[in-house]
């Protein structure tokens, strides 16, 4: 009893850092490039960073679109997952009814039923728990787009350059939509659901990490300059940067199929994650 107290507990105080307060490395990036843009490029940039500050000192969620959760699990071998989906569900609520918006909305009623995480456990060989959670809003995920290579339309085919061809018309499609300048997630391959669920999984890394691949580091790089050459710019008002990052991965995929999904972030990439063992917690 203890123990689900405790996690539940830590877990409403998740949501709440996450909800609140951008992760360091983000707001590196958006400092960075401030001094980057002009003119109301930059005055966007400006007003986000104010944002940012408000909101960490005053614990306010940072945009009013306070996001659907996104939880991956890390758990040792034996944990019950459906005991600590309850305990997730459970603090969800709480979180709902002091400071989180209700997100979730039931298609066929059309009723609005609180905060409905979505929950992906992965089984790993350490002794603790460790819970990721992204608070992901709707206008960064309505522009995120998934393609079947080859595609007429964009001359695109099966190889890095279709990729590529991809990448740049999922973030001029997406404009100043999803709140620019945004973060890019990306995966090759794999089938149409993990495809799509492992781009999204991209946006977990640090924005300065280096991919471990070096062609998928030069395609991170490539796809980031040239998007940003779009002078899409920040709130779509033109300027020098329309993404921060671009991470990228690849899953197996069948001989017949090429998938390639986009998970875009807005400048709000809200991810912080939880460790958690025999009641000792670590946000981080």
Partial sequence: MQFKEDLGNALVELYKITSNVLPSDVISA??????????????????????????????????????FPFFIVYCPKGE????????????????????????????????????????????????????????KGAGSENVSFQYSLPDISLNAHRDFEGVFKCALDAVFRAQGNGCPPG??????????NNSMLEAKKQLFRKIDDVNS????????????????KLKIGPAGLGGKNTLLAVKATVLPRHPASYF?????????????????????????
Avoid at 122 to 132: A, I, P, S, T, V
């Fill in 80 to 135: 019950s997952t459906k005991e600590l989906a309850e305990i997730i569900h459970s603090s969800s609520e709480k979180a709902t009814a002091n400071f989180l918006r209700p997100n979730s909305v039931n298609p066929i009623s059309e009723k609005n039923i609180g905060n409905i995480p979505e929950i992906h456990f992965r089984e790993w060989d350490k002794n603790y728990l460790q819970f990721d959670l992204m608070l």
């Fill in 183 to 192: 973060i890019l997630g990306l995966c090759i391959g794999g089938s149409k």
């Fill in 30 to 67: 958006l400092k960075k490039a401030q001094e980057t843009e002009k003119g109301n490029s930059k005055l966007f940039i400006d007003f986000i960073l104010q944002n940012i500050e408000i909101a960490k000192q005053e614990s306010r969620p940072i945009c009013q679109d306070t996001g």
């Fill in 213 to 228: 691949d070096k062609r998928l580091a030069l395609l991170e790089k490539n796809i980031l300059s040239k998007s940003n």
């Fill in 260 to 284: 390639v999904s986009f998970s875009y972030s807005c400048w709000a990439l809200r991810r912080h994650s939880l460790r958690f063992k025999e009641g000792v917690i670590k946000f981080d």
